[in-house]
């Protein structure tokens, strides 16, 4: 198991960049791949990016394709989403994703280890 924290969620106008960290507990955290999800207000969970164990595979939602950049600093325990030119359909929670593998999972099913969501709020 590990545990999961993210940070870095806030308010910001569209067009604008945040970036959200998630530092993980645990001397493993190199074996973990990683992912980004995010609920908006009555919508389901969804993927936004995923990434290996180590960064060097990467995947995204069509949606935010070209616009956020998922990294990961396997010294530091930490994953990090970058997003830039947010719009305001980017508004929602925003949650890490933890599970012991080397390679990457789009689908929510395949994390058994979550953080408990930082707010992301892009007004127009």
């Known amino acids: 198991q590990v545990q999961l924290v993210e940070s870095g969620g806030g308010l910001v106008q569209a067009g604008g960049s945040l970036r959200l960290s998630c530092a993980a507990s645990?001397?493993?955290?190199?074996?973990?791949?990683m992912g980004w999800f995010r609920q908006a207000p009555g919508k389901e969970r969804a993927f936004v990016a995923a990434?290996?164990?180590?960064?060097?595979?990467?995947y995204y939602a069509n949606s935010v394709k070209g616009r956020f950049t998922i990294s990961r600093d396997n010294a530091k325990n930490t994953v990090y989403l970058e997003m830039n030119s947010l719009k305001p359909e980017d508004t929602a929670v925003y949650y890490c994703?933890?599970?012991?593998?080397?390679?990457?999972?789009?689908?929510?099913?395949?994390?058994?280890?979550w953080g408990q969501g930082t707010q992301v709020t892009v007004s127009s």
């Open positions: 645990g001397r493993t955290f190199s074996s973990y791949a």
């Open positions: 990434i290996n164990w180590s960064g060097g595979t990467t």
């Open positions: 994703a933890a599970r012991s593998s080397s390679y990457y999972y789009t689908s929510q099913l395949n994390y058994d280890n």
